[in-house]
């Protein structure tokens, strides 16, 4: 990829960028892609704001594919510190399924707008010493080519409040929609038939500063979906008895009530991290997934030998309950056991060359 970038001065500046693939990585022939994004920026816009315009364009083909083989969209950006204020739109065309990289929903055009009213109160509120306010509000839209709606979600904050201590709240309210052209399987045995489904979904948020020797966050997502109710609850926590020494614990409970079906859904996790001195940290973490009723480990060490090199020593195990044939009754809990699923170990050393 070669870019070329023009200052005018070091508060502005312009950049045109050109990316530029060629070959299939399984070997299917003739692909290509080429396409150039131009964008500005200024940190003068109405005097001393932030301001951003860009747009891009990808074409690209090979063999196996038909359709229109190109993308294109663009962005206007106000991000600055009281009013945030961004616009993007994509269009993504039926053909197009580059080589290299991902594209996971082809064949559509996707708008997003987002703004967001963020002052700084100088004195209490509610007798709260609040830092900043975060009053959102973004949209997404998603239709295909031909302008019929896909999917939509609003997204509105009308409460998300940090305060002077770094601990935080928020309240949202997120209406939904989705238009499937295909039975959708939510959870295991609970599929969802093709149609169009509208419902609105609740958050309440809680955290504590990262600061603190014991801080967490708890989440609580409910209110309708699809054709029931949904609950998902979302506990984080970390515990910091030293600099040295840091335990962390989550864990998630999706709990559906639908037409076609309940389903539960669980994933708890902890991570130990061990700083032995600023060039040797172990962390481990270990996972159990109810849902596909497995258990892994992924554990790591990293050892900084000097300014420039690094050594990794990565070690993952992997189980599995599965259920044992015979004559053990169906509703035993001893018809289930540990299986081993994999094992790797990987060793990977770095070393940056400077000249």
Same mark, same amino acid.
């Given at each position: 990829?070669?870019?070329?970038?023009?200052?005018?001065?070091?508060?502005?500046?312009?950049?045109? @960028?050109?990316?530029?693939?060629?070959? %299939?990585?399984? !070997? +299917?022939?003739? *692909? /290509?892609?080429?396409?150039? &994004?131009?964008?500005?920026?200024?940190?003068?816009?109405?005097?001393?704001?932030?301001?951003?315009?860009?747009?891009? @364009?990808?074409?690209?083909?090979?063999? %196996?594919?038909? !359709? +229109?083989?190109? *993308? /294109?969209?663009?962005?206007? &950006?106000?991000?600055?510190?009281?009013?945030?204020?961004?616009?993007?739109?994509?269009?993504?065309?039926?053909?197009?399924?580059?080589?290299?990289?991902?594209?996971?929903?082809?064949?559509?055009?996707?708008?997003?707008?987002?703004?967001?009213?963020?002052?700084?109160?100088?004195?209490?509120?509610?007798?709260?010493?609040?830092?900043?306010?975060?009053?959102?509000?973004?949209?997404?839209?998603?239709?295909?080519?031909?302008?019929?709606?896909?999917?939509?979600?609003?997204?509105?904050?009308?409460?998300?409040?940090?305060?002077?201590?770094?601990?935080?709240?928020?309240?949202?309210?997120?209406?939904?929609?989705?238009?499937?052209?295909?039975?959708?399987?939510?959870?295991?045995?609970?599929?969802?038939?093709?149609?169009?489904?509208?419902?609105?979904?609740?958050?309440?948020?809680?955290?504590?500063?990262s600061k603190r020797k014991l801080s967490g966050q708890l989440t609580w997502w409910f209110g309708d979906f699809y054709t029931g109710r949904l609950d998902e609850l979302t506990v984080t926590a970390s515990w910091k008895p030293s600099p040295l020494f840091i335990v962390e614990l989550n864990g998630t409970r999706n709990t559906g009530r639908l037409a076609e079906g309940d389903f539960t859904q669980e994933v708890v996790?902890?991570?130990?991290?061990?700083?032995?001195?600023?060039?040797?940290?172990?962390?481990?973490?270990?996972?159990?997934?109810?849902?596909?009723?497995?258990?892994?480990?992924?554990?790591?060490?990293?050892?900084?030998?000097?300014?420039?090199?690094?050594?990794?020593?990565?070690?993952?195990?992997?189980?599995?309950?599965?259920?044992?044939?015979?004559?053990?009754?169906?509703?035993?809990?001893?018809?289930?056991?540990?299986?081993?699923?994999?094992?790797?170990?990987?060793?990977?050393?770095?070393?940056?060359?400077?000249?």
């Amino acid at each position: 990829m070669g870019v070329v970038r023009i200052r005018q001065n070091v508060l502005r500046e312009s950049s045109v @960028g050109v990316i530029a693939t060629v070959g %299939d990585p399984v !070997g +299917r022939a003739n *692909a /290509w892609l080429v396409g150039p &994004d131009l964008t500005y920026q200024t940190s003068r816009f109405r005097g001393d704001k932030n301001f951003l315009v860009g747009v891009w @364009g990808l074409a690209m083909d090979r063999d %196996d594919l038909t !359709g +229109r083989k190109r *993308a /294109w969209g663009g962005k206007i &950006d106000y991000p600055n510190d009281l009013w945030d204020v961004a616009f993007t739109y994509k269009w993504l065309g039926d053909g197009f399924d580059p080589s290299l990289g991902i594209v996971p929903r082809p064949n559509v055009q996707m708008i997003n707008f987002s703004a967001a009213f963020q002052p700084r109160p100088t004195r209490p509120v509610l007798g709260l010493h609040v830092r900043q306010m975060f009053n959102e509000f973004e949209t997404e839209l998603v239709t295909d080519l031909g302008g019929t709606w896909e999917s939509y979600q609003v997204f509105m904050a009308p409460v998300n409040w940090r305060l002077e201590s770094g601990d935080r709240f928020e309240f949202n309210v997120v209406p939904t929609g989705e238009r499937l052209t295909a039975p959708f399987e939510i959870a295991d045995g609970v599929v969802i038939d093709p149609g169009s489904y509208h419902w609105t979904r609740f958050r309440l948020e809680g955290g504590l500063a990262s600061k603190r020797k014991l801080s967490g966050q708890l989440t609580w997502w409910f209110g309708d979906f699809y054709t029931g109710r949904l609950d998902e609850l979302t506990v984080t926590a970390s515990w910091k008895p030293s600099p040295l020494f840091i335990v962390e614990l989550n864990g998630t409970r999706n709990t559906g009530r639908l037409a076609e079906g309940d389903f539960t859904q669980e994933v708890v996790g902890t991570r130990f991290r061990m700083n032995f001195s600023p060039d040797l940290q172990l962390n481990s973490y270990l996972q159990y997934d109810n849902d596909s009723d497995t258990f892994g480990t992924n554990t790591r060490l990293r050892w900084t030998f000097s300014p420039l090199g690094d050594v990794f020593v990565v070690y993952n195990h992997n189980v599995a309950r599965d259920i044992v044939a015979g004559d053990v009754p169906a509703t035993s809990i001893d018809r289930r056991r540990w299986s081993f699923l994999s094992n790797e170990l990987l060793v990977k050393v770095q070393y940056a060359f400077r000249y």
